[in-house]
């Protein structure tokens, strides 16, 4: 069987913000497949869910919830690794569900990390640098004369190592935000390599800027000429590495959804998440005694330390740590503990919106003609799962199904979408209130902002001040004359 005939084969990806049932409905769909003859697997797309144990603070789903279906791809990677990256995932999901298409296993890819999805979906990502493109980069950085040679000193360091020890993982990113290197040095370098990323980027965000530089540097091209070339090479946009995907994507009215993310706060305090940080921080202590969370992660940057619960908690558990368990002041403990419970709500809901609009701009709204047909699922009301969701996904994907089989080289996911609505990178500086902005979106939000508006109008009040002061330190002046 050629490449283009299994990756041809139909098959489901769930997608869509927390909280709205991802899991649940894979579970189910993979059921209803088995029941009908047919065999299926479920894999993981959910960054946090990689990692082992943790999973209360990373919401996998119970052995019992899984109903015996097999799962990939999920609780592999050890909990203190901090040097994964969406490549990483790519080349494991890959290669397995090429694997299962060609034995005729339906996969259904499952998760909200949308940007693994969409590396699975388009093939949008290369390889690594081969040893002989590392030691040309090599011989290339040592005959720059303009760029930063504390930055390039390290690259050096990290390229000899990558060389030398081609299994040990050496991430640049990671080493480049370690190092007493300034931000600001930083994004001058990563303007000198890759100015088009470069202006996509908040000049602040160390982490995104560090990432950057280690695409360049790590694959041998810029970002933006990566993309670019990709384009002219396609005559269109990224091409589809599966022409027949069947993509849901799960939605959920705001109000309801933050009621269920709040709910499942609560939820996961009730089913031992501070039991599961506290044995998860003992563990890491033995194994790194002379770090912290915090350190270690970057503040919270990395790995699975970026999972809400972790940042939120620092504190509490910080004020645990620092008094002896008998002189605990139980109402200031409370105190730390209601905050940490509401902190983590507010996160929780302010990572359901960067989902939501991701999908929205990436998916839902995506113009090319290489995209599948998004088909989307509302959850709202989830007394009517059977009929709202459950049953849509099995009417749909039996369509699919049945198209296929009936011709089985035809393109199930063609459309005429035609309107463009791509994120647009705008760089503004808002000077009332000195803030940065590279995404034209925030920037909108921002000037419509009411923080923005009343400090425009304090500033107006302030210059309406010193002109009548002024206007009457001119008058007394002009009386003692």
């Known amino acids: 069987m050629t490449t283009f005939e299994f990756r041809n084969k139909p098959f489901i990806v769930i997608c869509g913000c927390t909280g709205t049932g991802k899991t649940k409905l894979s579970i189910q769909l993979a059921e209803w497949l088995i029941q009908n003859g047919k065999k299926c697997e479920i894999i993981n797309a959910d960054a946090m869910q ?5 999973d209360v603070i990373t919401n996998k789903a119970t052995v019992e919830e899984m109903k015996g279906i097999k799962h990939h791809l999920i609780g592999y990677l050890d909990s203190t690794c901090i040097t994964n990256h969406v490549i990483d995932y790519k080349n494991e999901a890959v290669p397995l569900i090429d694997d299962l ?5 339906v996969p259904i890819l499952v998760g909200g990390t949308h940007y693994y999805i969409q590396s699975i979906i388009w093939d949008i990502l ?4 081969t040893e002989l493109n590392l030691n040309a980069k090599k011989a290339e950085l040592k005959n720059l004369n303009d760029s930063n040679s504390n930055i390039v000193k390290l690259i ?4 000899d190592e990558s060389i030398v020890n081609e299994d040990e993982k050496v991430d640049l990113n990671v080493r480049l935000h370690d190092s007493n290197i300034k931000t600001e040095e930083i994004y001058e370098e990563l303007c000198k390599v890759d100015l088009q990323s470069a202006q996509k980027i908040h000049p602040n965000d160390r982490r995104k800027l560090c990432r950057a530089l280690q695409i360049y540097y790590t694959f041998g091209i810029a970002k933006s000429e990566l ?6 090479r396609e005559g269109t946009n990224f091409p589809l590495r599966y022409k027949n995907v069947c993509l849901f994507v799960m939605n959920c009215e705001t109000e309801t959804l933050n009621k269920r993310l709040d709910d499942r706060v609560d939820q996961m305090i009730t089913m031992g998440l501070l039991k599961e940080i506290e044995n998860f921080k003992k563990e890491f202590l033995e194994k790194f005694p002379n770090q912290n969370f915090k350190e270690y992660s970057r503040d919270f940057e990395f790995g699975i330390f970026q999972s809400i619960g972790f940042k939120e908690f620092d504190e509490y558990f910080k004020y645990i740590d620092s008094v002896c368990s008998e002189k605990i002041d139980e109402k200031k403990k409370k105190e730390f503990f209601d905050k940490a419970i509401l902190d983590m709500k507010i996160s929780t809901r302010r990572y359901a919106k960067i989902q939501i609009r991701w999908v929205k701009n990436r998916f839902i709204k995506r113009s090319e003609k290489n995209s599948p047909i998004v ?6 009301d989830l007394n009517k799962w059977n009929e709202n969701i459950f049953q849509k996904a099995v009417d749909k994907f039996t369509d699919y199904m049945t198209r296929f089989e009936s011709d089985n080289q035809v393109e199930l996911n063609k459309s005429d979408k035609n309107e463009s609505v791509d994120e647009v990178f705008e760089f503004n500086k808002c000077e009332i209130c000195n803030k940065i902005f590279v995404n034209k979106f925030q920037w909108d939000c921002h000037i419509k902002g009411a923080s923005h508006k009343k400090r425009k109008e304090n500033l107006r009040r302030k210059e309406e001040r010193n002109k009548m002061e002024n206007l009457e330190k001119l008058k007394s002046e002009v009386k003692q004359e």
């Open 101 to 105: 298409l060609k034995r005729d296993v």
């Open 126 to 129: 290369i390889e690594k640098n």
């Open 50 to 54: 990689l990692y082992k144990n943790l």
């Open 227 to 232: 993309l670019d070339a990709k384009n002219k």
């Open 156 to 159: 050096l360091e990290s390229l």
């Open 375 to 380: 088909h989307e699922l509302d959850t709202t």
